[in-house]
């Protein structure tokens, strides 16, 4: 079957081959301290409270003697966390200092797709752009990327992303440890191959679920230690890598998921692996006993049946980021036992939709800027039933909602899948029945996406478009002069 698999994906023409083994390095010492990315300044004006970002080009030194061309929002390698509050007015200006065109997608927002960010919203060159929305939806830890329409690997790898943290009243009486950058810790995760020179290389050497680097790194920190001074600490974890996928947890200790993709859990986890497919995000409480060392690691993922040639990266276990505890400790609130309570109905659904990820094709069909895919009811709540159908590696992200998994092959989603997600890894050959509900934001001409967060894949088409529309309105999008290139 895997061979059928292999030369049915050649046939498809994505042209990939499974190629070489991509292990990490990992660090010899835990020796700099974790870099934690600045909070954005803001300012408020008639309401609305505004952010400033530049996509630029510059330089950072991952390895010591070793300086890499790397892009940044604001600086020279990722971006400041943007924070604002449900109900809150937001506006981000943006502005493009680099040689090309670019997007910010704000990753798990809800929001009117023309402020969405995606490939149809790109910025030129010197160009600028200013979406506005209102933050009207739960606590969580989100994040922004550019989208530009095939090139999204590469802006990501460059270093274009950053968090968006959500707050809310249900997170803030949670129990959960908020002090950002003290115990509140956003941990973004990515990989890289960094050449001897220092030169960024991004060359998926025939690995067919792209790139899988070498060095690991958080907020850009390798082998990176951060301080802790309470006895609980809160890691904000985003999969900020272009493909691989991680399954953190730590050798000696269970740890509390509090939070996935859209928000909190129900109640608290107690699990010893989180797995993280790129673009989702988990929210875990680790205790710590004063004047002790804890390492947060990746172990090799639980992919599903993939076949052996695809089963790249994960044969790799390697410690990520080290948690030093101080010889005295803060005493932390135990986490609350009840979080969150949410659920959207099977028998509220009145469409349901299927979605066959195959090679680059979904539904048979690869992206095509100028072509709408799907066309939803505002209001209304749909079942997107979503199957991978290779034996390799893919996951799903819908743009605008948070949903929840009915079921995979009719069985209840785990735990740590119960709650609200954007993105969710694809086990190969299973079925994934997705309940979501599309609300507010009805516009005939401005698409949302959905695609496989595996930018390899969603850069070569793994991909599409849908338009959310009043009942009984035509579809009139995209608009002109959008049909792609
Ligand atoms: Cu994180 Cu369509 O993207
Ligand atoms: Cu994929």
């Known amino acids: 079957a895997a061979g059928a698999a292999v030369a049915g994906l050649v046939a498809a023409g994505c042209g990939a081959v ?12 835990f020796s700099t301290e974790l870099t934690i990315p600045p909070l954005a300044e803001s300012r408020v004006e008639d309401g609305v409270r505004i952010f400033e970002l530049t996509a630029q080009e510059g330089s ?27 109900g809150e007015e937001v506006a981000v200006e943006v502005a493009n200092e680099l040689d090309e065109a670019t997007s910010v997608h704000w990753h798990g927002m809800h929001l009117p797709p023309e402020m969405d960010g995606g490939p149809h919203q ?28 095939g090139r999204t690997e590469e802006h990501v790898y460059r270093g274009l992303a950053g968090m968006f943290i959500l707050d809310d009243a249900e997170t803030a009486s949670a129990g959960l440890p908020d002090e950002y950058g003290v115990d509140d810790v956003p941990v973004i995760v990515q990989d890289k191959v960094i050449a001897d020179d220092g030169a960024l ?11 899988l680097g070498s060095t690991v790194m958080v907020n850009g920190t390798v082998g990176a230690y951060h301080d802790v001074t309470t006895e609980r600490v809160r890691l904000r974890l985003l999969n900020g890598s272009t493909a691989r996928t991680y399954a953190f947890g730590f050798e000696d200790r269970t740890v509390q998921l509090v939070a996935t993709d859209g928000g909190l859990l129900r109640a608290p986890v107690t699990t010893d692996r989180v797995r ?4 989702e995000r988990a929210e875990i409480v680790v205790e710590m006993e004063p004047g002790t ?19 790249v990266g994960a044969n790799d276990s390697f410690d990520v980021l080290e948690l030093r505890a101080a010889s005295e400790l803060a005493p932390s609130e135990p986490v609350a036992s009840k979080l969150a309570e949410f659920g959207l109905a099977e028998s509220d659904a009145t469409v349901t939709r299927t979605f066959e990820l195959d090679g680059r094709k979904i539904n048979g069909q690869k992206m095509d800027m100028g072509r709408i895919d799907e066309v ?23 743009h605008d909602v948070q949903f929840e998994i009915l079921d995979i092959d009719g069985e209840p989603p785990p735990p740590d899948l119960a709650g609200r997600k954007d993105t969710v890894y694809l086990e190969p050959r299973r079925t994934y029945r997705l309940i979501m509900r599309f609300e507010d934001y009805a516009d005939p001409t401005w698409p949302y996406m959905f695609h496989c967060h595996l930018l390899l894949h969603e850069d070569e088409g793994l991909m599409g478009q849908f338009l959310v529309v009043e009942p009984g309105q035509d579809p009139e999008g995209p608009p002109a002069g959008h049909g792609g290139r």
């Open 293 to 311: 060392t804890a390492r947060l690691r990746s172990f090799e993922p639980e992919l599903g049946a993939v076949a052996a040639p695809f089963a």
């Open 376 to 398: 939803v009811e505002v209001g209304s709540t749909e079942i997107w039933e979503v199957r991978n159908v290779n034996l390799s590696p893919h996951n799903f992200h819908v």
């Open 276 to 279: 993280l497919s790129p673009g």
């Open 18 to 29: 499974p190629g070489s083994i991509s292990s990490v390095d990992e660090p010899a010492e």
């Open 122 to 149: 790109e910025i030129e060159p010197g160009g600028t752009w200013r979406p506005h929305w209102e933050i009207d939806q739960p606590g969580a830890t989100l994040w922004y990327h550019p989208h530009p329409h």
């Open 60 to 86: 950072t030194s991952f390895l010591p003697g070793k300086e890499s061309e790397t892009w940044g929002f604001n600086g020279d390698h990722l971006g400041p966390t943007l924070r604002a509050e449900r």
């Open 201 to 211: 290389e991004l060359d998926s050497d025939g690995n067919e679920v792209g790139l």
